[in-house]
């Protein structure tokens, strides 16, 4: 009887052990390069039919036409005789979309006539007329009323006073790739907005003769709402006396050195400041 302990048992697999290791290897990269492939199909068909879920998927070229008709919107909320002046296109450079990539942001401003202590009011009537996808509403600000809204497409509308007769309505698109950047509005033919400028000019002894910067916006049922504006106008001091005619001695707004008044369908400012006179003539949307 032999002594020799058997302590091992021999591998049924036999010498083809490693195989069964080598086939799970080949399967499993076949798995990871087919899921692989899957979700490059699947982002690219995201990119290509969903709507862009974050901010930085819109380019500022891509949010300059919501932007513009946000203004148009506005200012057909305001109303043609509480919209005292459309601002033109503002573009801000240096910010930053990611770690590595530069951005820009584009806004717009819409100034409103809001006579002092009417402020909340004036904000809450433009809330209810802004449409229902922008959930507009009007809460507490730090310095007053505030209005906030969703123009669509990450484009975001403020409002708040100034303390001097007027609340100033913002359209911001937030920082974004650059593109494009914003196009140039197409030349539009000035309307009496140029002739109630160059009127006001001449009453303030200002020369009228320069092209006026006209700024525009398309209104929601057609045609646009236009603003003739005068460069700053370095020179002596003008008086709002001087305007008072034009007026017909009752001003929408008097409160030095901004006044305000209507002349046919036209809204005309005045900010006479000290050592710059600036001049803006606007007319509004259809209601």
Do not use: H, K
């Amino acid at each position: 009887m032999s002594g020799a302990v058997q302590t091992g048992r021999a591998s049924s697999a036999g010498p083809g052990a490693p195989a069964p290791a080598r086939s799970r290897r080949r399967w499993l990269l076949v798995a990871t390069v087919a899921w692989a492939v899957l979700l490059a199909v699947l982002t690219w068909t995201s990119v290509r039919d969903d709507p862009p879920t974050v901010r930085e998927q819109r380019s500022l070229d891509q949010a300059a036409p919501v932007v513009d008709r946000a203004v148009g919107e506005l200012a057909r909320a305001v109303g043609a005789a509480g919209l005292l002046e459309l601002g033109p296109a503002r573009i801000a450079t240096g910010c930053r979309v990611t770690p590595l990539e530069d951005g820009a942001r584009l806004r717009r401003e819409v100034g409103v006539l809001a006579p002092t202590g009417d402020e909340q009011a004036v904000l809450a009537g433009i809330a209810e007329r802004l449409p229902a996808s922008w959930r507009a509403g009007v809460g507490p600000g730090v310095d007053g009323p505030e209005l906030r809204a969703d123009a669509g497409e990450f484009v975001a509308v403020e409002g708040r006073p100034t303390v001097d007769g007027r609340v100033r309505l913002v359209v911001d698109t937030g920082c974004r790739p650059v593109g494009a950047g914003y196009p140039p509005a197409p030349p539009a033919a000035a309307g009496p907005e140029a002739a109630a400028l160059t009127a006001a000019l001449r009453a303030l002894g200002r020369p009228g003769d320069a092209a006026p910067e006209l700024v525009t916006a398309p209104c929601p049922g057609g045609g646009l709402a236009r603003t003739a504006r005068s460069a700053n106008d370095a020179g002596p001091a003008a008086s709002t006396a001087a305007l008072a005619p034009l007026a017909g001695n009752a001003p929408l707004l008097e409160q030095p050195p901004v006044y305000a008044y209507r002349a046919g369908g036209v809204t005309v400012l005045a900010e006479l400041g000290p050592d710059a006179t600036r001049l803006a003539a606007t007319v509004g949307c259809p209601e």
